[in-house]
């Protein structure tokens, strides 16, 4: 993983054998970002992506492999008890053109993954919220 700073914007770039999320939880951390929108691209070899069932208070996830683009990856950084905090989601493409996705929970890049982090004043930060079984955002 490497990154340079502009003014209120990151490019970060994710290399080959790297995990998005974690990659990009580390980066967070260290550049102390608690609040930013994310998007990018890129290609992955393995994600594992889903949904939540809001009837069973409970994510349900699917486990994608082979050669794949990133179509779309957009989230944000904010944190919740003191910690990083992704809310990612990625649409995925196979070599058909197929697509697929959802929530992001794990990505190993195969070439390179792009992202553009656009940083925001302050903090945001996440509560749960029992009715929904969601950490939400928090503007408190």
């Known amino acids: 993983m490497d990154y340079k700073k502009f003014e209120k914007f990151y ?11 974690s990659s990009l939880r580390r980066f967070a951390a260290k550049e102390n970002i608690s609040n930013a929108s994310v998007n990018g691209l890129g290609a992955v070899n393995y994600a594992v992506a ?4 809001t009837a069973c208070k409970k994510y349900i996830s699917n486990t994608f492999k082979g050669d794949m ?3 779309s990856l957009l989230g944000s950084i904010t944190e919740m008890n003191g910690e990083v905090y992704l809310h990612l989601h990625i649409g995925l493409a196979d070599a058909s053109g197929k697509m697929f996705g959802g929530h992001l929970n794990e990505a190993i890049v195969s070439g390179t993954c792009e992202l553009n982090i656009t940083v925001s004043e302050g903090g945001i930060g996440r509560k749960f919220d029992e009715d929904i079984g969601l950490n939400l955002l928090d503007f408190e």
Do not use: N, P, Q, S
């Not at 490019?11 to 999320?21: K, M, N, P, V």
């Open 69 to 71: 683009e990133i179509v």
């Open 11 to 21: 490019w970060l770039r994710i290399d080959r054998g790297e995990e998005i999320a």
């Open 50 to 53: 889903g949904l939540y069932d």
